[in-house]
């Protein structure tokens, strides 16, 4: 099993995380099945950004993102380089640390 360390989150994990995964997984799998209840708006589909995650640790071990993922990325609030789309960073065997970011796409909409 892999380890995925979640920072602290106000809304979604305060006092931090930690999580077991299959290697295969992705990253917005394995929290949502250990209730740390992230966005995805589409349902995984990689068609927006409400999944985005920063790869603190263990970023070189997920899978290399592909055109459409980069693409979409540029759209995410807070970008960094070792940004990813939770929902296509699939886990290998190496733990991670991510943070999820303050705010996403649909909080800017809102007006959070």
């Not at 995925?4 to 006092?15: D, G, K, S």
């Not at 997920?62 to 055109?67: P, V």
């Not at 990813?84 to 999820?100: F, G, H, N, T, W």
Request: include cysteine; charged fraction near 25%.
């Amino acid at each position: 099993m892999t380890v995925i360390r979640i920072l602290p989150h106000p809304e979604y994990a305060p006092n931090g995380a930690e999580v077991q995964a299959p290697p295969g997984t992705s990253i917005c799998e394995a929290l949502l099945d250990n209730g740390i209840k992230i966005e995805h708006a589409c349902d995984m589909s990689c068609a927006c950004t409400t999944c985005h995650v920063i790869v603190r640790e263990g970023y070189e071990s997920l899978n290399e993102a592909d055109e459409n993922e980069e693409d979409l990325l540029d759209r995410a609030w807070g970008l960094e380089p070792q940004s990813r789309l939770s929902c296509q960073a699939i886990l290998a065997q190496k733990d991670v640390v991510v943070e999820i970011p303050k705010y996403s796409i649909n909080h800017a909409k809102e007006n959070h």
